[in-house]
């Protein structure tokens, strides 16, 4: 059957029955996956929707499912079709609820039967506030209407105008099989209008027929009287009807007066009554319902009768059933209720009666269904609910029903549509289930459920589990935020996704031993997340068995353990950094006291060739090699105050200075020692804080990172040199072990050199650490900088890159004060002489010998200690003035800084000068010496000597010493 609406190709040809509708229906759901366009068969002029796929939910559920906007959808395609009678593709069709389609029309002998549509698509991003106010505008659930429209895909022109050449290609196709399948009917219906012109009448029908003469004797049988009765025309020709036709009561069992001897003895037409049943010829029992009528002349008389019957069993059965269907649904505790296509209720069972607080049915029965229902839900949920029911048959879910008393409860709702013969919806039936208490039970799980993700998401724990007979796995909102799950990411693909490609296969072992052999785990892996970070997580596996031992599910716990893990580490880097400030400190007293005792030797080597040279002469040939034996001595002697530096026990004379000063001062001896290849830039810092360091201190530093970046770079390259004010604050501590909040000014030397990996880079403060060749470097430039560095109460930090060149960055704390110090200046060569009286203490006889002859070489009396408490005596014993004590720091009974306190108690006017190789604390505050204490690092020259002496002695302040 087929709507009169629809255009006939010849008059009775639809186009659907021309073409293979369900080979279409491959090709369009194949279309669609592969396009991700929806795709239609729309027949006309009705815009009958034959065929559809990849159909967009924001049409299905908004667009077409309310009335108002469903009208813009009509107009659309009318105005499609308008537009298609002037071309023949239609490309980039603007739908008026705001998405695109196109249309190919197909045409079969001059007759537009339907056309090939395809889009649902948008070209452009879409206007969230546009669609905002049509959803509000057509009373759409805002949220789900905004939903389905992200869902929409978004193609180029040219993907659209593809996929329109592709549809025209498409509807020509279908055109030409629909007329060759035309040409094939037109001829098959020829023939087949020749043959049926020979069939008889008899034979064109669907019931049993059965002709007789007025005997009652059979003169024909048509095809299903055959099949019925069992006797084939040509047995049955001639033969009793009563044979043929052998009828019987179904309760009683008793012979039924056949009809054909009641009509020819009345003359009328004759129905057998109810319960009547044919026994066919092979014994067969089948339920008839029939009716005899007289065979007559055109002069009236009766010729004969024919018999026309049907198999009524089936009929028969599915009224008993219906019957006893009926019995049921009057006793089930779930509501049935049937109403017609308009709304009106045709029948409601006792169930719905109850539930919704009415005392019969004639209460509800030709009532509209909307009493079940507010106006608002009726238009919101219970409109659209029966319209998907209308395009899908069915429907289940969940409505809101009102009582009579206008009380409300959730229902849950099946409905189903059903249809007559010719396909056409006839009735709603619909199953409602007050699910109030399933309500109630869903809410308490929900709020257990959300209790369960706050608490594990306060311990960052997750859980995920594995059906094992359903293949499924689910798992929990912490575990979907721990593993970064994305928008419709199946668990699996999850796991292959995030886990680290070395923990992947034992995780997945695990898994696989835990579904087969019952075994749990507890491990901890790593996962890799989208931003290239690790996250550290602790799985704890068991599986769950049946009473016959069968693993039926895996139910795993997974804690995000990053922080502890995090923590672990920084407090094993920190346990490190222990290990090693603990190993440099033991190293550092080592290189002091190794110092010491080897100054000591170098000032007797030095001391006694200075003396020889001053004695055998310039010409002397002895004197060169005694001068190679000095240089060595010196040589020696930087060496130790590299050691010292290390140490942090290289005694200095710190100036309150600007840095740009000393470093400007540099540049000139800097470039010279980089060479021609090397660029060396100054960027200095404007209004740079004041510090309180050795400016020879600045000077070594800046030498040692300069040689190191010029070695660093093995062509031609860049040095840059920069300086700066910063305040480095707690977060920035916290991130920088050792560091201190405040005030500092920054020295930051930068190369562009090979750079260092990070093994290197985690060594290169210790000392006679080197990369260089051997004979190259001593390895204690950098560890003589970290030295300095805490010294002076610094930090420093070196970063750098295998191939990316190296920066390092030194932070000396920011000084407040004004005032300024001298520093002492032994450049000059000139050697000093003078006669005044100088009281020698030093423990070391071998030193005390060279020192006194030193002394006594430039001029002076000597009066040699080689204890405090000797000292304190010859200076009682002297009757004479004793202008200078020079004496040695470090000594046993008291040392140097004491007795020089006593001995300025009896001869105020007493200059000092102090000495060392190895100066502490006593001297010295944390190295750094007091303001107007005169020191003379050991070993010293001859020049040295006298340069001191001269400038103690020459002092317009007295010698003093704190206590």
């Known amino acids: 059957m087929h709507s009169k609406g629809i255009n006939l190709v010849e008059g009775k040809y639809p186009f659907a029955d021309l073409v293979n509708t369900d080979h279409m229906q491959v090709m369009f759901r194949r279309f669609s996956a592969v396009t991700g366009f929806s795709i239609g068969l729309v027949s006309l002029p009705d815009f009958d929707l034959l065929i559809s796929t990849g159909m967009q939910d924001i049409c299905v559920n908004f667009h077409r499912a309310c009335p108002a906007s469903a009208k813009l959808c009509r107009l659309s395609s009318e105005k499609m079709l308008s537009d298609l009678q002037e071309q023949t593709v239609l490309e980039a069709c603007h739908c008026e609820n705001g998405l695109v389609f196109g249309a190919s029309p197909i045409i079969i002998k001059g007759v537009h039967v339907a056309n090939l549509v395809a889009g649902q698509i948008l070209l452009v991003e879409p206007d969230p506030q546009r669609f905002k106010r049509q959803s509000e505008k057509y009373g759409y659930d805002t949220e789900a209407y905004l939903t389905a429209l992200d869902k929409v895909p978004i193609k180029t022109e040219a993907e659209f105008r593809e996929m329109m050449g592709f549809l025209d290609e498409w509807a020509a196709m279908f055109t030409e099989q629909a007329q060759a399948e035309l040409e094939k009917r037109v001829a098959l219906q020829t023939a087949m209008e020749s043959e049926e012109n020979l069939r008889t009448i008899l034979n064109s029908i669907g019931d049993a027929v059965i002709c007789t003469d007025t005997r009652g004797h059979v003169t024909s049988v048509n095809p299903m009287a055959e099949k019925l009765t069992g006797w084939s025309a040509a047995d049955a020709q001639g033969e009793p009807l009563t044979d043929v036709f052998h009828i019987i009561n179904d309760r009683t069992r008793e012979i039924v007066v056949n009809p054909v001897a009641n009509v020819l003895a009345t003359g009328e037409i004759f129905g057998l009554a109810n319960h009547t049943i044919l026994i066919a010829r092979d014994g067969r029992e089948l339920q008839i319902a029939d009716s005899a009528a007289p065979i007559k002349h055109p002069d009236g008389t009766i010729s004969g009768v024919v018999l026309v019957f049907r198999d009524v069993t089936e009929e028969y059965r599915v009224k008993e059933e219906l019957e006893q269907l009926g019995a049921m649904v009057e006793q089930t505790v779930e509501g049935v209720a049937i109403a017609n296509t308009e709304g009106v209720l045709k029948y409601v069972n006792r169930a719905w009666i109850g539930m919704h ?46 009582r009579k008393d206008g009380s409300t409860f959730p229902g849950q709702m099946t409905v189903s549509m059903l249809k007559d013969d010719q396909s056409v919806p006839n009735v709603f039936i619909g199953f409602c289930r007050d699910i109030t208490d399933r309500k109630r039970a869903e809410l308490a799980l929900l709020e257990s459920k959300q209790h369960l993700n706050q608490a594990q998401a306060m311990a960052k724990v997750g859980h995920w589990a594995l059906d094992v007979a359903a293949d499924t796995i689910s798992g929990s909102d912490e575990l979907h935020r721990i593993f970064g799950v994305r928008p419709n990411e199946s668990a699996r693909a999850m796991f292959d996704r995030v ?33 290239c970070s690790t996250v550290y997580v602790h799985s704890i596996g068991e599986a769950i068995k049946d009473d016959d031992g069968n693993v039926v599910r895996l139910i795993v716990t997974v804690q995000d353990i990053s922080e502890r893990v995090s923590a672990e580490e920084d407090l094993e880097k920190l346990q490190k950094q222990f290990v090693q400030a603990q190993k440099m400190e033991s190293v550092g007293r080592l290189a002091g006291g190794v110092a010491h005792d080897f100054n000591n030797m170098l000032m007797v080597i030095l001391g006694h060739t200075e003396l020889l040279q001053g004695k055998v002469g310039v010409e002397n040939p002895f004197h060169l090699q005694l001068d190679e034996i000095r240089k060595a001595a010196e040589r020696s002697a930087d060496l130790t105050r590299q050691l010292l530096a290390f140490a942090r026990k290289q005694t200095v004379a710190p100036q309150v200075l600007n840095l740009n000063d000393i470093v400007g001062g540099m540049l000139k001896m800097l470039r010279r020692l980089l060479g021609e290849d090397i660029d060396l830039a100054w960027l200095p810092s404007d209004s740079l804080w004041s510090i309180r360091v050795d400016p020879g201190q600045v000077d070594q530093i800046l030498a040692n990172l300069c040689v190191n970046a010029r070695d660093a770079i093995h062509d031609v390259g860049k040095i840059i040199i920069e300086t700066r004010n910063v305040i480095l604050d707690e977060a920035y501590c916290a991130d920088h072990i050792g560091f201190m909040p405040g005030e500092f000014v920054e020295l930051a030397v930068t190369d562009d050199g090979i750079g260092m990996p990070r093994e290197i880079l985690q060594n290169i403060w210790e000392p006679f650490f080197t990369t260089k060749g051997v004979g190259e470097g001593t390895g204690l430039g950098l560890a003589t900088i970290y030295g300095i560095v805490k010294q002076n109460e610094g930090f420093v930090n070196a970063y750098s890159e295998l191939g990316e ?159």
Do not use: C
């Not at 680290?500 to 790593?526: F, I, Q, S």
């Not at 200078?884 to 040392?895: F, G, I, K, W």
């Open 805 to 963: 060149g190296t920066t390092f960055r030194i932070f000396l704390p920011r000084y407040i004060a004004t005032f300024k110090q001298e520093r002492l200046d032994d450049s000059n060569n000139q050697v000093h002489r003078g006669h005044e009286t100088v009281l020698l203490v030093e423990d070391e006889d071998i030193i005390l010998n060279l020192g006194k002859g030193m002394l006594e070489e430039l001029g002076y009396r000597v009066l040699a200690a080689n204890s405090p408490q000797t000292a304190l005596e010859i200076a009682g014993e002297y009757d004479g003035e004793i202008h200078l004590l020079l004496t040695d720091v470090v000594m046993p009974e008291m040392n140097g800084r004491e007795l020089a306190s006593r001995m300025m108690r009896h001869y105020p006017k007493l200059k000092l000068l102090f000495m060392s190789g190895y100066p502490s604390n006593v001297i010295a505050h944390r190295g750094v010496l007091d303001e107007g204490v005169l020191f003379m690092q050991k070993p010293f020259s001859l020049q040295a000597l006298s340069t001191n002496v001269r400038d103690a002695l020459a002092s317009t302040e007295r010698g003093s010493v704190n206590e």
């Open 357 to 402: 607080g009415y005392d019969s049915a004639d209460e509800l029965v030709g009532r509209h269904l909307n009493i079940f229902h507010t106006p608002a839900e009726m238009e919101r949920v219970v409109l659209p609910f029966i319209n998907d029911v209308l395009r899908n048959e069915h429907r289940s879910g969940e409505v809101e029903h009102r």
């Open 499 to 531: 886990f680290h490609p070395d923990d992947r296969d034992r995780y997945l072992g695990n898994v696989k031993r835990g579904v087969a052999l019952g075994e749990g785990w507890n491990v901890v892996d790593r996962l890799i997340m989208e931003d």
